[in-house]
């Protein structure tokens, strides 16, 4: 992997390019509030070698660190919210695949954690076109007041735990509720931690991410989530 900083691109974050050239899609990794472009380094191990990693910074200071929407812990956030960073994610995609893999047709995949999960979401929503396939690790769909055809056929991955005191386990649940009626394929992992992700969720996200910028795979078919009470 090659690490590269990006700093003339709307938002600030880092890159690290596989060797394997050329890229097979892209990875973009979204921290939750008060986090930053090293936080979600911790999961970039499940994603597939053969994919372009991004780590971006929110543009909305936070308390300690940044993030993407106005919090407001354990209550769901408007969609609109996340509307301006929606924007900026997108003009700095479009030009870090300009300059640096010179290929504007790469396909981008968003994992997010906790409110960055919400923020990938959103990026599905305002840019149906470009996005397909986008992962939420405690997180949460952000509020829409009607089923919208922005998610329909996309493929979602969701993972949660019940123990979660920060995004309670019900959000989750109705986000994929939702996210199933607006017609999305949904995979849901749910398990007993509290505001992280498992061992055995991270295996299930590595699977979907190895599924690669494919609209469906035949893990997405079906609708298909882990029952729950």
């Known amino acids: 992997m ?18 394997t050239i050329p890229v097979d899609y892209l990875i973009l990794f979204l921290h939750g509030w008060t986090g930053d472009e090293n936080s979600m380094q911790i999961f970039s191990h499940v994603a ?11 543009q909305l200071p936070a308390p300690t660190g940044f993030g993407w929407a106005p919090p407001r812990q354990g209550e769901w956030i408007p969609m609109e919210k996340f509307k301006p960073a929606a924007y900026l994610i997108h003009q700095t995609l479009e030009q870090i695949q300009r ?28 840019y149906p076109e470009q996005f397909f396939r986008a992962a939420v690790l405690s997180g949460f769909l952000p509020e829409i007041h009607s089923n919208e055809l922005a998610f329909h056929q996309k493929s979602i991955f969701l ?14 649940r109705e986000s994929v509720r939702r996210l199933k009626q607006a017609g999305a394929y ?8 509290a505001h992280k992700t498992s061992a055995e969720c991270l295996k299930q996200l590595k699977i979907f991410l190895e ?19």
């Not at 597939?48 to 929110?58: C, Q, T, V, Y």
């Not at 599924?211 to 009470?229: F, M, V």
């Open 2 to 19: 090659t690490d590269q900083i990006i700093q003339s691109t709307p938002l600030y974050g880092l890159i690290e390019i596989p060797q």
């Open 48 to 58: 597939p070698s053969s994919a372009g990693k991004i780590f971006l910074r929110g």
């Open 99 to 126: 300059d640096i893999f010179q290929n504007r047709n790469l396909s981008v995949i968003p994992v997010g954690f906790s409110q960055g999960g919400a923020m990938a979401l959103a990026l599905v929503y305002f």
């Open 159 to 172: 993972s949660h735990g019940v123990k979660d005191e920060i995004i309670p386990v019900e959000m989750a």
């Open 186 to 193: 949904v995979q849901y992992c749910e398990s007993q931690t």
């Open 211 to 229: 599924a690669g910028s494919s609209r469906l795979s035949g893990t997405d078919k079906g609708n298909q989530t882990e029952e729950y009470p």
